[in-house]
């Protein structure tokens, strides 16, 4: 009566996405490495650290969004402020890398600079512990944790739907914003953590360092997606988009939404954090613009350009929109908005259901014409 | 075949447990008889009184018919029961023993209640088979959501219930495109997936044809006694149909109570439906 987990986990992918998946970790871990380390620089298979760092930037993009497609897609509830999270995750594990800091500051100091700067004499309470890996590590689950479930707990309790809890998640990842903005918050103010030495030791700019961030980040978003399916594909995943199409007739057979929509609140608050630590480091730099409430817009513009309610849906909608935006950031940096604005339009009013669904609906046309055809 | 077999063998109205005598605060008590107990219950909306002073006790295995004209607080009286409206005075109690006004939506549904609205409120993106796999009697909190497999015995269940509802052939098409009259009996279904003591029918047959809505009649005949049943209805050749007591309810309150015909030539209640 009972299949175990394990085998329920295999069953949530098809044999052709556990291939694609396998295909994509091939790829991430041993060609690219290849490719980067191995090739001489001005050879035509090179991959150069730039593209490296871009790739893995997007892959943590990717995790936030399928973090919001859970909640959105499948939850019905519109987030606005996930950004807020994926900072959590990130400033987190940014107090750690400002300790890897050690004494190269440019003070010299023991403590970061900007407590220098604010003429603090030691580390304050709120960070003690940030120079173990294995708290920090901690905190970037905890934290954005925890945040979800208080501010997500009394949201839902008090019933607050549609487009009132969209507006509420703005303010507060706003409200943050404002909070880390203030050097007296003690996280850096305006410039944030930047100028990363080491990570567990290791330079953090050398290739191979480079390489396992990106190896990790990988492996994160493949156990994310197969995290996510069995997620959605067990009665848990029904009940849920039961409440996304008829809340109240949920209620009256008996569950409770409230669990339910803080459950994967909460999950998918901590995805973003995760992500959040993955970015860190790959980037190098955190600084309060990742709460701002634009940032968690183009969130929800990524799910909705892959399609929402899938799983690839906002993988690929962060990969197209990413890579528009870092090649039209070069070339017109002054229209990106523009046509950031122009493909949520584009998008909302033709294809509601994002590039997959385009897709399908492409297919299921070659379908019924070779059907007719034969 | 299972329509026969809801009827038999249930002792008046009662519990196997509480006639073993065991009487644990929260669960269902019927004892004396009494299913749903409403009192002087009143429920305003900005001055408006949906409900005045409502007094309504519904016997265990009864089947009870709610006529009245439209505004006289069917929907209201339903929505107290189920807890979405909290009553501003008076007493709703299931049984003897369970406060309605204290619990919430998902509580009253785990001790009996089940509600059935006037619009089919179906899950229309799931399958008919998964729309009564949610609705099944089960344990409903997350946990066991997340680590829930169906096992052979609930299987069995569902399927009996898809040929209950005669929706067998339909189990793995997608609720949205079923018609609106098999919108209503699969609703109905996930009633009875609940196995609830007391069922709350808001206008059942509307949009059904008048074989759907006979058959619909012999399926709540063949229901009361194992349960108490509630139904709003305006199709008077469909209460006819239930026979069992009528109850009026105009202006929040109850007008009249008795068999369809003593009702129907109650003075009062031509008033009410032809105007004054």
Redesign the interface.
């Known amino acids: 009566m009972h299949k175990p987990l394990t085998l329920r986990i295999l069953s949530s992918l098809d044999g052709k996405s556990w291939a694609a998946l396998g295909a994509f970790l091939a790829l991430a871990l041993l060609v690219v490495p290849v490719l980067n380390l191995g090739t001489a620089e001005d050879s035509a298979f090179h991959i150069s650290a730039y593209a490296i760092t871009l790739i893995g930037k997007i892959m943590c993009y990717a995790l936030v969004a399928i973090a919001m497609d859970l909640i959105w897609g499948y939850g019905g509830i519109l987030s606005l402020g996930h950004g807020l999270f994926f900072a959590l995750g990130g400033y987190a594990f940014g107090m750690y890398l400002m300790r890897q800091i050690g004494r190269d500051g440019s003070y010299g100091a023991d403590i970061p600079d900007f407590m220098v700067f604010l003429d603090w004499k030691e580390i304050p309470w709120f960070w003690s512990g940030s120079d173990s890996f294995g708290w920090v590590a901690l905190l970037v689950v905890l934290v954005p944790a925890l945040v979800a479930f208080v501010f997500g707990y009394f949201a839902f309790r008090s019933r607050i739907k549609g487009v009132y809890f969209s507006i509420i998640t703005q303010a507060l990842t706003y409200a943050a914003m404002l909070l880390f903005f203030r050097n007296e918050t003690g996280f850096g103010g305006n410039n944030g953590f930047t100028d990363f030495k080491r990570v567990l030791g290791h330079t953090i700019t050398s290739p191979e360092t480079r390489l396992v961030l990106f190896g990790l980040t990988a492996l994160f978003l493949a156990a994310t997606l197969i995290f996510a399916a069995w997620l959605v594909k067990s009665k848990f995943g029904r009940v849920l988009t039961a409440i996304r199409d008829a809340e109240s007739r949920v209620m009256f057979i008996g569950y409770n939404p409230l669990w339910y929509k803080l459950t994967i609140w909460v999950i998918s608050a901590v995805i973003c954090g995760i992500a959040g630590a993955l970015y860190v480091p790959q980037v190098g730099i955190i600084n309060p613009s990742e709460m701002s409430p634009a940032n968690s817009i183009e969130i929800a513009i990524w799910v909705a350009v892959g399609g929402r309610g899938t799983l690839i849906g906002p993988i690929i909608g962060a990969f197209v929109v990413n890579l528009a935006k870092s090649w039209f950031t070069v070339s017109f940096p002054e229209y990106w908005l523009f046509f950031l604005g122009l493909l949520f339009i584009v998008v909302t009013l033709m294809l509601p259901q994002g590039l997959v669904g385009l897709w399908k609906k492409l297919q299921e046309k070659n379908a019924s014409r070779k059907g007719t055809a034969a | 075949m299972i329509l026969e077999n809801t009827l038999d063998d249930r002792p008046e109205g009662s519990d196997g447990a509480d006639q073993m005598g065991h009487l644990v605060t929260g669960e269902l008590d019927l004892s004396h008889g009494v299913a749903l107990y409403l009192e002087d219950i009143t429920v305003s909306f900005d001055g408006f009184k949906a409900l005045n002073n409502l007094n309504l006790a519904i016997n265990a295995g009864e089947l009870r018919c709610i006529i009245g004209p439209n505004g006289a607080g069917k929907t209201t009286m339903m929505d107290v029961i189920?807890g979405?409206t909290r009553p501003d005075s008076g007493k709703a109690f299931f049984g003897q023993s369970i406060d309605l006004t204290r619990l919430?939506?998902?509580e009253i549904?785990?001790v009996g209640i089940?509600?059935k609205?006037q619009k089919p409120?179906?899950?229309?993106?799931?399958t008919v088979f998964?729309n009564l796999?949610?609705?099944m009697?089960t344990d409903?909190?997350?946990w066991k959501?997340?680590?829930?497999?169906l096992?052979?015995d609930e299987r069995d269940r569902i399927a009996e219930t898809l040929r209950l509802i005669r929706l067998d052939k339909e189990a793995d098409r997608q609720a949205g495109l079923l018609s609106h009259g098999q919108k209503q009996w699969l609703e109905i279904g996930?009633l009875l997936m609940?196995e609830p003591k007391l069922l709350l029918l808001d206008e059942p047959v509307a949009g059904m044809t008048d074989d759907e809505t006979m058959r619909t009649a012999e399926l709540f005949v063949s229901l009361a006694g194992k349960h108490s049943l509630v139904v709003v209805e305006h199709d008077m050749a469909f209460v006819e149909k239930l026979g069992g007591l009528v109850t009026v309810l105009h202006e929040g309150s109850v007008l009249a109570e008795g068999d369809l015909a003593t009702v129907q030539n109650d003075q009062r209640v031509i008033e009410v439906y032809l105007g004054r």
Do not use: C, D, N
Not at chain 2, 145 to 149: E, F, H, N, R, T
């Open positions: 189920t979405k919430t939506e998902p549904a785990h089940g509600r609205f409120t179906i899950f229309e993106q799931h998964e796999e949610l609705a009697k409903k909190r997350v959501s997340l680590m829930a497999w096992a052979g996930m609940q």
